[in-house]
T-cell receptor, first 116, second 117 residues
Framework: AQSVTQLGSHVSVSEGALVLLRCNYS??????LFWYVQYPNQGLQLLLK??????LVKGINGFEAEFKKSETSFHLTKPSAHMSDAAEYFC??????????????FGIGTKLQVIP | GAVVSQHPSWVICKSGTSVKIECRSL??????MFWYRQFPKQSLMLMAT?????????EQGVEKDKFLINHASLTLSTLTVTSAHPEDSSFYIC?????????????FGPGTRLLVL
């Protein structure tokens, strides 16, 4: 079994401030973890993924996330928010096989608002 | 790269008609594609797994006769919403699975917004 909890359905930050979006996971097997971003009326774009290599993962657009096994967390950060970062962010976990493939489980999403 | 397209991006139809949505992996082959449904302000809900050359696997509670899935080739899966009703109005998103180095990553299409009148 696997699940994802995203703390905070809405997060507001000022432009230039630190972005921190929280994600905790549970998994019965070593997990693969993902962060996706969704802009209005669009599909999901992969920001970054953790696949059991380096625990600090760097992604696109200046985002990074750190895998902390002891805390079962995979929080997403960006040092300085930009207006274009306003979007919805989904954390996802996979790893457990079901029916021959790794099913991905998504969190409920966190909507990031950037205030000028 | 890993690009997935969907067509159409928007569709409006009358109640009772059928609507076909295409999902294509443009620069890689995908033996497995996934269809999701997203309600407003909610996360993605997996509807079914589309397997090339075999029947789709549906999640619990998803009517297979209503949501017909055909994975005709390694780059194309289609979702047909049959006899659509207003409650089928939603944002449908597909993804294609890319397997590399022991890791699976899903790449998503841009989504299709369906409005049934």
């Amino acid at each position: 079994a696997q699940s994802v909890t995203q703390l905070g359905s809405h997060v507001s930050v000022s432009e230039g401030a630190l972005v921190l979006l929280r994600c905790n996971y549970s998994s019965s097997v070593p997990p693969y973890l993902f962060w996706y971003v969704q802009y209005p009326n669009q599909g999901l774009q992969l920001l970054l993924k953790y696949t059991s290599a380096a625990t600090l993962v760097k992604g696109i657009n200046g985002f990074e996330a750190e895998f902390k096994k002891s805390e079962t967390s995979f929080h997403l950060t960006k040092p300085s928010a930009h207006m274009s970062d306003a979007a919805e962010y989904f954390c996802a976990v996979s790893g457990a096989y079901s029916g021959g493939y790794q099913k991905v489980t998504f969190g409920i999403g966190t909507k990031l608002q950037v205030i000028p | 790269g890993a690009v997935v397209s969907q067509h159409p991006s928007w569709v409006i139809c009358k109640s009772g008609t059928s609507v076909k949505i295409e999902c294509r992996s443009l620069d890689f082959q995908a033996t497995t594609m996934f269809w999701y449904r997203q309600f407003p302000k909610q996360s993605l809900m997996l509807m079914a797994t589309s397997n090339e050359g075999s029947k789709a696997t549906y999640e619990q509670g998803v009517e297979k006769d209503k949501f017909l899935i055909n994975h005709a080739s390694l780059t194309l899966s289609t979702l047909t919403v049959t006899s659509a009703h207003p409650e089928d109005s939603s944002f449908y998103i597909c993804s294609a699975r890319k397997y590399r180095g022991g890791t699976e990553t899903q790449y998503f299409g841009p989504g299709t917004r369906l409005l049934v009148l």
